[in-house]
């Protein structure tokens, strides 16, 4: 997995430590500079809004804090502390910074009489830009730091452009030991599919609920990736060789993110799940971008994501939007509790109706299975690379569950176009239900439909043909190994009535 490093200035190179890191104290007076830092102006932060490739450094006055206070989370079992201050440039731009966790309480300014009416300048180190609510801020977590009037150029010169103006710190909140810590949220329900399936979309708990599943297969009519905007995360739209977010209304703001479909059973029932961002990374075990360029041929499903089949988690679900419309429920996974690992056999419980019609419509709405489209370039506006998670994978990654390349059977012995069936009628059907076959996928070429085969067929079938492959290499290499023998053998003939004759 790709791993990607926080750096706070410039630099080839980085130290890192590890438990067999030994440290000594030094002797010597150290000769080093005091602060390090990387100066970014308020006027470029929004530029780097959600890039987490490097840490920010920033310079400002202080004209407001505010006491910690307790932030829920939806992905999160616990509050979470957050501080905000207040910071101006001394040009008339303002940013708001938030300090989170154990480092909102220990920030605090020095009590001294003599600065009351002086400037408080602060250079806040280790920080990322972070967007929300139509505002961006800068955000603090345990990598950043502070010095409180420090003793650089950069400070001295953000102290001359205030002409000695006064700027009194405005103080707001309750302080934290007077705060009570909010109870945690209470403990979803822990549901079967089926209990899940049964609940009235309205009435579905507002804390969401537990499920334990199986991913048996993916979606392959949905894409598994899209380009987020940095702002709203939402999708944005092809424009060009980039994406332009119809929001937001900015062009190449733009990140790949996991939009990951699949169905998922408990044996109970089986029921459409789907994954985004960071949860969804968690299931696949890689970045997007790392998967994204491992793809080889766009017509198949990348391997890192037909890995995530018959793995087995406990999820935090909620109702997913599209299950108000829907007469089949779908749910979006807020948080993983638990990772059991791929499991040996799959849960199955047949789908019931409502999702057969579902599916049956989005099938119809696709192109046929055996009609590949052309490539598409990366820099087209025909929506590039979204056709990459669409197709069926070969055979040799069944497990997938997508049916085998139908091969042509014979066909009986009455002379009739009727087709032999190895299988009894009810399996076929059943399994023709399961893996939702149009009819125009079955046709080709306006002959009638073959039928299928099982797994174990196709097996005993690829056997024997790779058998036939090595009695024709066998018998190739037989026949050139005798015409080398022959030509050795005449001339040999040919050296000995040349030796004759001298």
């Known amino acids: 997995m790709q791993i990607f490093f926080f750096k706070s200035v410039p630099g080839p190179y980085m130290l890192e430590f590890t438990c067999h890191t030994k440290i000594s104290a030094?002797?010597?007076?150290?000769?080093?500079?005091?602060?390090?830092?990387?100066?970014?102006?308020?006027?470029?932060?929004?530029?780097?809004?959600?890039?987490?490739?490097?840490f920010h450094n920033i310079l400002g006055i202080i004209t407001e804090i505010n006491e910690p206070e307790w932030i829920p989370f939806s992905n999160q079992p616990n509050h979470s502390l957050r501080r905000d201050i207040r910071l101006t440039d001394g040009c008339g731009q303002e940013i708001k910074m938030a300090i989170w966790g154990s480092k909102a309480t220990q920030f605090n300014l020095p009590e001294d009489p003599n600065m009351e009416d002086r400037p408080a300048i602060v250079l806040f180190t280790g920080c990322l830009v972070k967007y929300y609510q139509e505002n961006f801020y800068v955000s603090g977590y345990s990598a950043c730091h502070w010095y409180i009037n420090p003793d650089i150029p950069e400070a001295a010169s953000l102290l001359n452009r205030t002409?000695?103006?006064?700027?009194?710190?405005?103080?707001?909140?309750?302080?934290?030991?007077?705060?009570?810590?909010?109870?945690?949220?209470?403990?979803?329900?822990?549901?079967?599919?089926?209990?899940?399936?049964?609940?009235?979309?309205?009435?579905?708990?507002?804390?969401?609920?537990?499920?334990?599943?199986t991913i048996v297969r993916l979606v392959e009519t949905q894409n598994w990736w899209y380009p987020a905007c940095n702002l709203c995360k939402k999708s944005c739209l092809p424009e060009g060789s980039s994406y332009r977010c119809p929001k937001c209304n900015i062009l190449d703001?733009?990140?790949?993110?996991?939009?990951?479909?699949?169905?998922?059973?408990?044996?109970?029932?089986?029921?459409?799940?789907?994954?985004f961002a960071a949860v969804a990374q968690s299931i696949v075990g890689k970045l997007v971008e790392t998967v994204i360029r491992s793809i080889r041929n766009r017509d198949n499903i990348p391997p890192d994501i037909a890995a995530i089949v018959s793995s087995k988690f406990t999820f935090s679900v909620a109702m997913a939007e599209s299950s108000f419309s829907k007469?089949?429920?779908?749910?979006?996974?807020?948080?993983?509790?638990?990772?059991?690992?791929?499991?040996?056999?799959?849960?199955?419980?047949?789908p019931n109706q409502a999702q057969l019609s579902n599916e049956h419509n989005q099938l119809s709405a696709q192109p046929s299975a055996s009609t590949s489209p052309s490539y598409i370039p990366p820099g087209s506006s025909?929506?590039?690379?979204?056709e990459t998670p669409t197709k069926i994978l070969p055979l040799d990654q069944i497990l997938l569950q997508t049916p085998p390349k139908n091969i042509e059977i014979p066909k009986n012995s009455k002379g009739d176009d009727s087709i032999i069936d190895p299988t009894p009628s009810i399996k076929a059907k059943s399994a023709k239900k399961r893996l939702h076959i149009s009819e125009r996928d079955e046709e080709k070429n306006g002959e009638e439909p073959y039928s299928e085969t099982t797994p174990d067929q196709e097996i005993a079938q690829q056997t024997n043909l790779n058998r036939q492959r090595y009695y024709t290499i066998y018998n190739y290499i037989s026949s050139c190994l005798y015409i080398l023998?022959?030509?050795?053998?005449?001339?040999?003939?040919?050296?000995?009535?040349f030796a004759i004759q001298g």
């Open 485 to 497: 023998q022959l030509l050795l053998f005449l001339g040999l003939n040919l050296m000995y009535a």
């Open 253 to 275: 703001m733009y990140a790949y993110k996991y939009k990951l479909p699949f169905f998922a059973s408990d044996g109970t029932e089986e029921s459409e799940m789907i994954a």
């Open 26 to 54: 030094a002797t010597e007076q150290i000769t080093g500079p005091k602060y390090i830092y990387n100066l970014t102006p308020f006027e470029k932060l929004p530029e780097f809004i959600n890039d987490t490739k490097k």
């Open 327 to 350: 007469p089949k429920k779908s749910y979006q996974i807020n948080s993983i509790l638990h990772n059991y690992g791929k499991q040996r056999a799959l849960p199955f419980h047949g």
């Open 382 to 386: 025909q929506n590039p690379l979204h």
């Open 163 to 213: 002409h000695g103006q006064s700027y009194k710190i405005k103080r707001s909140g309750i302080p934290i030991a007077e705060q009570s810590q909010p109870e945690p949220p209470p403990v979803p329900d822990f549901l079967t599919l089926q209990e899940m399936e049964a609940i009235d979309p309205y009435e579905f708990p507002a804390t969401g609920c537990r499920c334990t599943v």
